[in-house]
């Protein structure tokens, strides 16, 4: 369904072969949950992105008018929408990367786990059509509990015999842009000059940032440490109290976003050196995911990094955030059990 009906899908794809043909890799991209406080500045910014050739855009409601006004922007990637179930196979065939943001957000006093009992289903179903249309996609899951739906979506690939654990990453990518921000502010920098690593899950201690492993090499003292892995860990608190009641945080994510899938796309055309944080199949610690910083290349996260050396107050840290991610992975791969 081009979202211009005089442009017949023969044209559309003859429009992207030619953008191949001239050396620019295309790569096709959908987003599931594109109509969302996430999804639709997300899908904005894919649209801007050089790397993407065709945008699919799937939503249970308003994919169509999300389409419509995105396919307006002069950039070369052409959109298409898609709308509820029936339509979720369509809008996932041929996808080389699959990004989902699709899912209920916090209120105030809730958890992240609070969103298990609606958003692990609508994970499953979606997993479930990937499985089905685009098994060789890489996957980008947003919607929370993270530490949680990255089991689940695991398991049902496993289910599928389609299991790929290079190819299925927790965005935990918010965390490090809020750390880059925050120890910016408290350092002096510009944060584009800072790159702080941020392990372990996406849900309150489980978020561990390596303070001491920051670039540019500095030193905090124990309250900058404290003050900075707090705000660190409470970030999305922080957006949820702010927005009270009318949501999370969705400009920033959609932003973290893009820079994560493009990291993903970058990896794929096959540049060197692409590293990122990410939840993902792990065996730097007992747990069977974690994230950490990861190498992308062209087929998923092909390098898991250890997380080098930590101080004490890390290495407590890690404790307690691995004491929490073993409960949450356990819910995860429970519920795909049950
Ligand atoms: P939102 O309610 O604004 O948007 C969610 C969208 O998902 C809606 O458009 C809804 O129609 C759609 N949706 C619901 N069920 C669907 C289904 N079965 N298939 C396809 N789409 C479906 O919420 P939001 O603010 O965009 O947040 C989405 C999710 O992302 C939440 O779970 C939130 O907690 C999570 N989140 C994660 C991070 C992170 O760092 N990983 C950051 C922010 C938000
Ligand atoms: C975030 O970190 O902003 C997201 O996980 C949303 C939330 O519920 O905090």
Redesign the pocket.
Known sequence: NPTNPQMEESAILERVNCRAKGGAPGFKVAI????????QPLAMLMKMNPLVSVLHL?????SPGVTADISHMDTGAVVRGFLG?QQ?EAALTGMDVVVI??????KPGMT?DD?FNI?AG?VK??CEGISKCCPNAIVN??????NSTVPIAAEVFKKAGIYDPKRLL??????VVRANTFVAEVLGLDPREVDVPVVGG?AGVTILPLLSQVKPPCSFTPEETEYLTKRIQDG?TEVVQAKAGA????LS?AY??VKFADACLRGLRGDAGVVECAFVASQVTELPFFATKVRLGRTGAEEVYQLGPLNEYERAGLENAKRELAISIQKGVSFMKK
């Not at 943001?101 to 916090?106: F, I, K, N, Y």
């Not at 927790?170 to 965390?175: A, F, K, N, P, R």
């Open positions: 599931l949950g594109a109509a969302g406080g996430i999804g799937y939503d249970v409601v308003n179930q979720l943001p699709a899912g209920v957000p916090r992240r969103l958003n609508i179903t979606l899951l947003i919607s929370n509990p993270v927790g965005v935990t990518m918010l965390d996406h999305g949501g999370s945080a969705t994510m973290a976003a």
